[in-house]
């Protein structure tokens, strides 16, 4: 099983402005950092550009985050362990503070690729319901056999 | 658990023992019996009897590993090696748990949303800390940044003119609030600088796996660590985190 997460935030003005700039500047080699992680699988990219964030439905003022590690360690010591934690440390620059979980977490098979759709849709779980094999975060981590025991639990809402 | 870590530190009686924890430890990285019998100047026999009890008694971690390099048939057989347990042990008399109210503590932080407050406290904190290291020094002579972080429990090493630090002192709490305790970590080490008077040397956030989040920079070693551009934006943007948001102000 390899282990999905999605983190969303509200930007504070859009992507092209002045206060967005060092964001923006930092995605390239931030992007560069995961592709290159230990235990990086997978992310959806917005496009062939390496500043291309990911396009959807959601609003304008919402960015998405969308990847696939192998284990909660790789995924752990690329957010918090690698050159994106000083970035991720000016994030209230650019972002709004979020009032309600704004990162979410579940085991995927091997091979598979969630759409953003079934994303938002863990994260609307984690919002309703609070952390469980199926939508869960770091803090409240549930490893892959807690998730493959409940097969009812994992096939969510898409 | 308070009875079992100090059966754990018990192990830790014997002058031998002591002597050989702590070689391996500040290694940071797999020890062989040789290696340790040599450094703590005992018998290879002796030396391995005693890290096995360390073994036994959870303060270190065996493993199995070739010493020489060479892979396949004829390569001998791997060498048992140590390294220091991770998992953390405490024993304090009477009982305190400070650990738990740390974490309610941290968690009251986030709610608040008031990392910046904590970050001037943490801030102040190492200026605190720094003064108290140099009793006799705080008339403004610079005391030895090494030896604080040492005394701190930081474990600092060298590493291509820069101090880097092999012992994160606020673990626990740094796993479960990691963006919160890291950035506190990195304005207390400012304020140690600050403290210390070390205007030549910069704290910056530079995680890595297993490690502190800080890595400090001396200026003169600037050019040199920074010679990869990338790295060079990425340090640039963490030694000054508010720099945009105070040219809007």
């Known amino acids: 099983m390899h282990l999905a997460q999605l983190n969303v935030a509200h930007l504070r003005e859009p992507l092209d402005s002045l206060t967005l700039a060092d964001f923006v500047a930092a995605l390239e080699p931030i992007n560069a950092l995961s592709d290159a992680a230990p235990g990086f699988v997978w992310r959806m990219k917005g496009g062939e550009g390496p500043t291309d964030t990911i396009r959807h439905d959601y609003g304008d003022d919402l960015l998405v985050n969308f990847s696939i590690w192998e284990s909660r360690e790789t995924l752990w010591n690329f957010v918090y362990r690698s050159a994106h934690l000083p970035v991720m440390r000016r994030r209230l620059e650019w972002f709004h503070r979020a009032t309600e979980p704004y990162t979410v977490m579940w085991w995927v098979p091997e091979g598979y690729r969630p759409s953003l759709a079934e994303a938002m849709a863990r994260l609307s779980v984690l919002r309703a319901e609070g952390a469980g094999p199926e939508a869960f975060t770091f803090r409240e981590f549930y490893d892959s056999s807690e998730a493959a025991s409940r097969p009812a639990a994992a096939e969510v809402r898409k | ?249």
């Open chain 2, 1 to 249: 658990m308070v009875s079992d870590d100090l059966e754990s530190m018990s192990a830790l009686g014997d002058p031998v023992r002591r002597a050989l924890y702590r070689f391996v430890s500040e290694r940071g990285r797999d020890v062989g019996r040789n290696e340790a019998a040599e450094a703590v100047g005992v018998q290879r026999t002796l030396a391995a009897f005693h890290l096995d009890k360390l073994v036994e008694a959870g303060l270190l971690e065996a493993g199995f590993r070739r010493l020489t390099g060479r892979t396949g048939p004829g390569s001998g057989r791997p060498a048992k090696v140590y390294r220091r347990a991770r998992e953390e042990r405490s024993v304090s008399l009477p009982p305190r748990d400070y650990r738990t109210l740390a974490l309610v503590l941290a968690e009251t932080v986030d709610l608040l949303g008031g990392e910046e407050k904590a970050e001037e406290a943490a801030r102040r904190a190492g200026k605190r800390l720094a003064a108290q290291a140099a009793p006799e020094e705080a008339s403004g002579e610079a005391g030895d940044l090494a030896e604080v972080l040492r005394e701190r429990g930081y474990e600092p090493y060298e590493e291509e003119g820069r101090i880097r630090l092999r012992n994160c002192p606020f673990h626990v709490l740094a796993e479960s609030h990691p963006l919160l305790v890291c950035s506190m970590n990195a304005a207390l080490c400012e304020g140690l600088l600050a403290g210390l008077g070390e205007t030549g040397v910069s704290a910056a956030l530079d995680p890595r796996p297993g490690e502190c989040c800080v890595a400090f920079t001396r200026a003169a070693a600037t050019p040199e660590a920074f010679a990869n551009p990338e790295a060079s934006q990425n340090t640039g943007a963490s030694e000054n985190p508010r720099a945009s948001k105070n040219n809007e102000d």
